[in-house]
């Protein structure tokens, strides 16, 4: 009884959240201070077409590299959960057949997945999207291939290899815009170039790329850590 | 106008499959639904002009974390027939 109206509670707390937000956010059509000085500084500041990827990289660097350390925490402890287990049976595991319509056509799609995903966060600058977006794109061409063919062992020494070192970059090139520009992960120390072209925007493309590689690899590592722990049965 | 009718059906949509997903019984069911939520929200963000949102929601969302949930539901599923 007293749980019930204890949920009851909550959500009439919640429902009045969310009729003052709705209020709130009757006005969209002018931009607040912040918001305002990226749009009409960003251009000339940071040379990104993509907006959002200026205020991701450069303005708000500093989250960017949080999120990423946070994912990289993530991954590993969920790798290491699940590789205490995988000492345990040495014994290859047995696997359902997959059907040759998967198989035949993961064959021609995953490289044009893999493909995609770089292509994201190679244009981060320029057009939608960008590091987080591209790896997770290339973690879910993964994915297409480890459902294909199950028994596929990934290289993990590879991919931790990868890891380290784009976020060992990620941070040197942020630690470079201190010394070289006005700040942290400032992206005008290359020079920024053409508006609008690919070589455009400073370090945005360089960072993105290593970011790209970075979210890429972790969440392929989550992946097939937990693909490999997997116990299937004919 | 059209565009708001399919925002409409999109929000009928998410909030149907949201209900599917906690009401129903079966934990797969529930772990498809809970990604067509994800599905649905990233055309809606698409519709509400944040197409970056739109591909993390779609890759990571409805992606990714529908087949970790696969995955962790087999993995318990499996270790709970053999404890019992």
């Known amino acids: ?234 | 106008m059209i565009l708001k009718i399919i925002a409409i059906i999109l929000a009928l949509a998410i909030i149907f499959m949201a209900l599917l997903a906690v009401l129903n019984k079966k934990l797969i069911v529930s772990i498809i639904a809970a990604g067509a939520v994800s599905l649905f929200a990233s055309v809606f963000y698409l519709l509400l002009a944040a197409p970056d949102v739109a591909m993390t929601e779609a890759a990571i969302g409805s992606g990714l974390s529908t087949i970790i949930f696969f995955y962790v539901l087999n993995k318990i599923k499996k270790d709970r027939l053999e404890n019992v």
């Open chain 1, 1 to 234: 009884m007293f749980k019930k109206v204890f949920i009851f509670i909550v959500l009439i707390g919640f429902a009045l959240i969310l009729v003052e937000s709705y209020n709130f956010t009757g006005s969209g059509e002018e931009l607040n201070e912040i918001a305002t000085r990226y749009a009409e500084k960003g251009p000339d500041e940071v040379g990104a077409a993509n907006l959002v990827g200026a205020v991701l990289v450069t303005y708000r660097g500093l989250d960017t590299l949080g999120e990423v350390a946070i994912l990289f925490l993530a991954a590993s402890i969920i790798g290491f959960f699940l590789k205490v287990k995988l000492e345990e049976e040495k014994v290859p595991r047995k696997v359902r057949k997959t059907s040759e319509i998967l198989e035949t056509a993961s064959k021609i799609i995953t490289p044009v997945i893999f493909l995609f995903g770089i292509y994201v966060f190679l244009n981060g600058h320029l057009t939608p999207g960008g590091g987080f977006q591209g790896g997770a794109i290339i973690a879910s061409g993964l994915v297409l291939m480890l459902l294909a063919n199950p028994i596929k062992k990934v290289n993990h020494s590879i991919i931790s290899i990868v890891e380290s070192i784009s976020g060992f970059a990620f941070v040197f090139l942020g630690i470079l815009g201190i010394f070289l520009a006005s700040g942290f992960l400032d992206n005008s120390f290359i020079g920024l170039g053409d508006f609008g072209k690919l070589l455009s925007a400073g370090a945005i493309p360089i960072i993105y790329i290593f970011i790209g590689l970075k979210v890429g690899s972790e969440l392929s590592g989550i992946v097939s850590n937990l693909q490999e722990t997997q116990k299937e049965e004919i």
